[in-house]
């Protein structure tokens, strides 16, 4: 699998006695365990202001958390916690990290991982006083809850990010990644892409337009340079492409990977697959919320004053296999030719995937 993501291991081997444990623990693995293209260990680290690290340029930081979120626990989610607070408030931001991400995570749990949004403008300084030091622009901030077997967390971690943290080779995507020592094992991360730059022409094939979408659920090596081009973001469970033949300013198609979901269709999806689905459509909300904050305003994407994602399906879809439409619902576009088009979209033939969860949960 083709991955952008680079990870930086950082640790303070100097002082902390639990560090080099794990830096010798690491160290003895093979080096085909943590390739050097994708993982960076920086060892003797001074970490008094993390996330500001010397060397480092990530923009993904992660911090051991505590219940709710607060600031508290250990020095250095205290010390995260009051940075970002700091430059907040020097941007015009008001809520602090702990109200921000419990706003969009209402519930933690031990080993689970939970990512929020920094604010664009919002730059992490190691100076909270006010005077000139350090900056760093850190786009997401991954809250991670603990555990007690850091060797097991490491390798789950790293595991989970392998698989996770895919990005194809054309999207700008340079995202790096801190994980201070004490943070446990991660779960489900994905970063999506902070640009939106579907191509300029329309798609290739390699069969009838029916089946599609089959093409861009091959290996990456098996899909020619083209259709790389199409390909938003994947993860190990889904991808997701720009649409074709977009009905609006904004419009993704995200489809399930077979090895995670094998259905062609929406009407093919059964209730054992609920659990399924619901991962899915969370995935696909959190999509729009990220797409909401990030890319409505961008200055690549015009689209009218209060204009949003609709997430669902079609009814009745033309394209095989099962996808969902993520679409900014200003439905202006080049493509939107016929009243055909504008009522796939606009009328109860778009099923919203609430309804759609609902209607799952009723079958058998």
Not at 40 to 51: C, G, K, N, V
Not at 123 to 134: D, M, P
Not at 175 to 181: E, L, N, P, V, Y
Not at 335 to 352: E, G, L
């Amino acid at each position: 699998m083709h991955s952008s993501f680079q990870l930086e291991l950082v640790l303070d081997t100097t002082n902390d006695e639990r560090h080099r444990e794990l830096h010798a623990v690491l160290c003895a693995l093979p080096s085909s365990s943590f390739p050097p293209a994708r993982f960076r260990l920086l060892a003797s680290t001074d970490l008094s202001q993390y996330p500001v690290v010397k060397e480092s340029t990530a923009d993904v930081v992660s911090t051991s958390a505590v219940f709710k979120f607060a600031a508290a626990g250990s020095s250095m989610n205290r010390t995260l916690h009051q940075m970002y607070n700091s430059a907040a408030e020097t941007a015009g931001h008001s809520e602090k990290l702990q109200r921000l991400t419990n706003q969009r995570h209402k519930h933690c749990k031990p080993n689970n991982s939970y990512v929020v949004d920094v604010p664009t403008g919002v730059r992490l300084s190691s100076n909270s006083s006010g005077k000139e030091g350090t900056t760093v622009a850190v786009r997401h901030i991954v809250h991670t809850m603990g555990t007690n077997n850091m060797v097991d967390a490491y390798t789950t971690m790293f595991n989970v990010m392998q698989l996770n943290y895919l990005a194809p080779p054309h999207v700008a995507c340079t995202t790096s990644a801190i994980i201070s020592a004490t943070t446990s094992a991660a779960t489900t991360i994905q970063v999506v892409p902070m640009t939106y730059n579907p191509p300029t022409d329309t798609p290739s094939k390699t069969g009838g337009w029916a089946k599609v979408l089959n093409d861009y659920l091959q290996p990456q090596w098996m899909l020619t340079e083209r259709q790389r081009e199409q390909i938003f973001m994947e993860t190990s469970k889904f991808v997701v492409i720009y649409d074709g033949y977009p009905k609006s300013s904004v419009h993704l198609l995200l489809i399930p990977r077979p090895s995670f979901l094998n259905r062609l269709w929406p009407r093919n999806v059964v209730g054992n697959d609920l659990k399924k689905i619901q991962m899915l459509h969370c995935a696909a909300k959190e999509m729009k919320r990220h797409i909401e904050q990030h890319f409505l305003n961008a200055e690549n994407v015009v689209v009218p004053k209060g204009t949003t994602i609709n997430v669902g399906y079609h009814a009745t879809p033309s394209l095989q296999r099962m996808h969902i439409h993520l679409i900014s619902n200003n439905f202006e576009s080049p493509h939107m030719k016929t009243a055909k088009h504008r009522n796939s979209f606009q009328t109860d033939f778009f099923v919203d995937i609430d309804q759609f969860e609902k209607e799952v949960a009723e079958r058998d």
